[in-house]
């Protein structure tokens, strides 16, 4: 019986490097001279910590974030950007969160949006932080796979182990 699995990964490997290269850009660039702002990647957390000396220059910061993870091919989805925080001596900090593997309350939803397909010898099951479909047919699976690709879960889906 034909199946395949859903999950929500990030490569920490790229997202690694997108920090890295964000840091030296950050000390390299003009606008940024003097204000000795920095990046952190906390891998066991799965958080990033921005530190800048104003509220602009962390939005700018931020940009800069997001287009050196998106070169990398890591999806903005998988980012949990948080507030703004003032910090000691007028500078400016935030967190930005990783979320990786499906949430048992997103393994619902994407259960019900399967079963709201209404296609024939399908089934889904949650099997931990991934869900398993399965089916007669290999094309009613890759049915699923494109209505799922259409569905915004907020979350960066990947499909894998796709069986006959």
Known sequence: MP???VVSEINMQEVRNAVDQTGREVANRFDFKDTNSTIE??????????E???????IAFRQVVEEKLIKR??????????DIEDAAGGRARMTVGLKAGISSEMAKKIN?????????????????????????????????????????????????????
């Not at 990647?41 to 921005?50: A, G, H, K, Q």
């Not at 800048?52 to 962390?58: K, L, T, Y």
């Open 41 to 50: 990647l906390n891998d066991s957390d799965m958080v990033i910590r921005l």
């Open 73 to 82: 091919k890591v999806s903005l989805k998988s980012l949990d950007f948080g």
């Open 52 to 58: 800048s000396a104003s509220q602009d220059r962390m």
């Open 3 to 5: 199946s395949f699995d």
């Open 112 to 164: 019900t949006h399967i079963k709201d397909m209404k296609l024939k010898g399908i089934q889904s099951q949650t099997q931990g932080d991934q869900v398993r479909v399965s089916g007669k047919k290999r094309d009613v699976l890759q049915d699923v796979i494109a209505s799922l690709k259409e569905a915004d879960f907020d979350l960066p889906l990947q499909f894998e182990n796709f069986r006959d």
